[in-house]
């Protein structure tokens, strides 16, 4: 007979009552706790328990973080279902409202559901404290490294809150005693507890997942347009060695290694005087890379997808900003000899038909079922999709990330949320996803994952393969492709997996002795007594800076408030940073350095700045200046010595948001002096002339660049005159040519779809 859970705070016969969850729930209650819990035993579970615990013991608020708005969603109407609590005590946080209406939510509610930069955001404008915070929960904890929200959140928290207490809940922390000791310090985590498949409170619990690998061979005809890129890779590494840097394993070389050289070599141009070859052998590095994908993707994706990424590749070739090495790779005699046996390749990928087999036997033999295809990439998702709709009683669907590109337009949050409902509905019965799908979606009835390609990372293996065997036995098919990048991510992921898994049980014997000697947790203490060292102590009336409400995207507000700033958030608009009445600073990562100067707003915004205040300095963060765009070097050294000569700018350089926060404080600190006068940001962006707004307007339409707009205007004398003008007269200007022209046309004739 089923038992449940009686609590004040939960709603009767609601939650199932089992014993790992209460003994979880209760080892999280007496200190701050990282749970590793298998996928699909219940740890949001776990998590209302302490919710619902701290609720009634303490009266005040309780917090639930978790990285997107689906989960969010899906989390919020949970505990509004469990929960005794009237509606409007349930609370869910996310970009979509408005920031004022979020304060007085903050106010009102006693349950409050987030993703994690939301509340970052509003902490860093001060619009809510978290000091009657009675717990946090931290959803997918794994995530909780670098300079993501959780680590902020979390040290706010612990300074904030009296008697601060956090849930971490993951299914896979990562398979290195690093990366757990690394989210253990981000969380202020004390101890862990960990539940396995094999203990035996939590095997009646288990559904059997059978795993299988489909090895599939490439065709000859593939096989045939792979050899042709792989001559275009072997000339590249060829010519980069000869410029003195050789690949440590030529053509199997990894894209992480061949990453670290690049970076390298960025650093070689910021010597002062680089050699030559320098320049010679990024742009190289560039081509290599993009050759290298290729490879990945007629390996992995199929032809199809091989084709829509050269598409995209003469694309930026046919740009007018575009680098040497995009022409230069388009140039190439195979490359071109791809393109046109692209357009004359009869085969596709193995996978695509088996795929389509393995998903049609699942529905016929099982029509109620829900399968999940994962493909890394959105390409082969579409491509997948529409193979799918062909097939009788399969309705499938495309599940994406937000971002858009070229052709590829992603999905909102919202519709995300509808797709997955649709989904549980049966209104689709296979979703065909990208990463997006791979965290915690509670999608129980899920019977089949089929995986278009391994991927290295255990942590992202174990999430996909999570998606099934929930509620019932459940299966799992991963495709490899012999002899190719497939293999090498299968046995990665395997290794990794295995690791991890042996990790968790050695941390389950660690935890077996005493608290003290858990090696996780004095790495943190080390750490944390490191950084205190490193920093040292807070100055609590530290200098003002005034920062632009954009900037608390980046993690320099972040880092400023940490070291110690009097830190206020305004809405600018002249400056990012504002530290006395008379200095301000721009800040800019390379790359949008180099895409403001190609724009032609850098010197728009130098202009509003030094038109406004006494001394301006612009601050570039970040490394690969001169390759963020493989745009002449000549160009970004003459953009630099005009805002430093011309405009009085002072320019400096730092290596990331940290090293940026360091400096802003310095010069604040340096400005400010011992008295502290309140700064008042002032200064209003000048209003564009005629002229500016005109070439604005051209300048909207895509391949359409500053100079090319002043080109079109200046020939035929308005806007309105270069709208009218047909294909010919078009060409007839300078820098259009006869692709950009039809593309002209068709922005101006196409007819509006929304």
Known sequence: MVKYIQHPLIKPDSVEQRLYQLDLAGKALSSSTLIVLPTGLGKTIVALLVMASKLEATGKKVVMLSPTKPLVEQHATFFSQMLNLEPEEV??????LPPAKREKMWEKGRVIVSTPQVIENDLLTKRISLQDVAHITFDEAH???????????????????????????????????????????????????????????????????????????????????????????????????????????GKKTSKKELLGLQRKMQGQLRSGNPDPSVYSSISLMAEILKAGHAIEVIETQGVGALAKYVDRLEREACTKGASKASKRLMEDLFMRQLSYRLKECGAEHPKLETVCNIVKEQLTSNPDSRVIVFTNFRDTAEMVTDALSNIEDINPVKFVGQSSKYRDKGLTQKQQVEIIDHFKQGNFNVLVATSVAE????????????????????????????????????????????????????????????????????????????????????????????????????????????????????????????????????????????????????????????????????????????????????????????????????????????????????????????????????????????????????????????????????????????????????????????????????????????KTAARIREVVCSEYKG
């Open 91 to 96: 609370m869910t946080f996310t970009g979509n």
């Open 439 to 738: 965290e915690g979606l509670d999608i129980p009835a899920t019977d089949l994952v089929v995986f278009y390609e391994p991927i290295p990372s255990e942590i992202r293996s174990i999430q996909r393969k999570g998606r099934t065997g929930r509620k019932h036995a459940g299966r799992v098919v991963v495709l490899v492709t012999k002899g190719t990048r497939d293999e090498g991510y299968y046995w990665s992921s395997a290794n990794r997996e295995k690791k991890m898994q042996g990790n968790i049980r050695q941390l389950q014997e660690t935890l077996s002795t005493d608290e003290h000697e858990n090696p996780f947790i004095k790495e943190k203490q080390r750490s944390l007594e490191d950084f205190d060292n490193r920093v040292g102590p807070e100055d609590e009336n530290g200098p003002e800076v005034v920062a632009d409400q954009r900037e608390i995207r980046s993690t320099v507000t972040r880092n400023l408030q940490k070291a110690g700033a009097s830190l206020s958030v305004k809405t600018l608009e002249v400056g990012d940073y504002i530290v006395s009445e008379n200095v301000a600073i721009e800040r800019k990562e390379t790359g949008d350095f180099v895409n403001s100067l190609i724009e032609g707003k850098l010197f728009e915004q130098i202009s509003n700045l030094t038109r406004t205040y006494e001394k301006t300095i612009l601050i570039i963060e970040g490394e690969g200046l001169f390759n963020a765009r493989r745009i002449n070097p000549s160009s970004i050294y003459g953009a630099m010595l005009s805002i430093s000569m011309d405009f009085e700018t002072t320019i400096l350089h730092t290596r990331d948001a940290e090293e940026t926060a360091a400096l802003i404080l310095q010069i604040a600190k340096r400005q400010q002096g011992k008295e502290k006068k309140p700064i008042n940001p002032h200064g209003k962006k000048a209003a564009p002339i005629l002229s500016k707004q005109q070439e604005y307007i051209v300048s909207a339409i895509p391949q359409i660049g500053p100079q090319a707009a002043r080109n079109l205007l200046e020939h035929f004398g308005s806007v309105e005159a270069v709208m009218k003008a047909c294909e010919e007269e078009l060409r007839e200007v300078k820098l259009i040519g006869p």
């Open 143 to 249: 995530r909780a490294v670098g300079n993501y929200s959780y680590t902020y959140i979390a040290e706010e928290y612990f300074n904030q809150a009296k008697e601060p207490l956090c849930l971490a809940i993951t299914a896979s922390p990562g398979s290195s005693d690093e990366k757990i000791a690394e989210v253990c310090e981000s969380l202020h985590i004390e101890k862990v507890a960990v539940k396995t498949e094999d203990d035996s409170d939590v095997t009646p619990y288990i559904h059997h997942k059978q795993v299988e690998w489909v090895h599939l061979k490439l065709p000859d005809e593939m096989q045939r347009l792979k050899d042709l890129l792989d001559k275009v890779l072997e000339d590249r590494i060829q010519k980069l060695d000869e410029l003195g840097y050789r690949l440590p394993y």
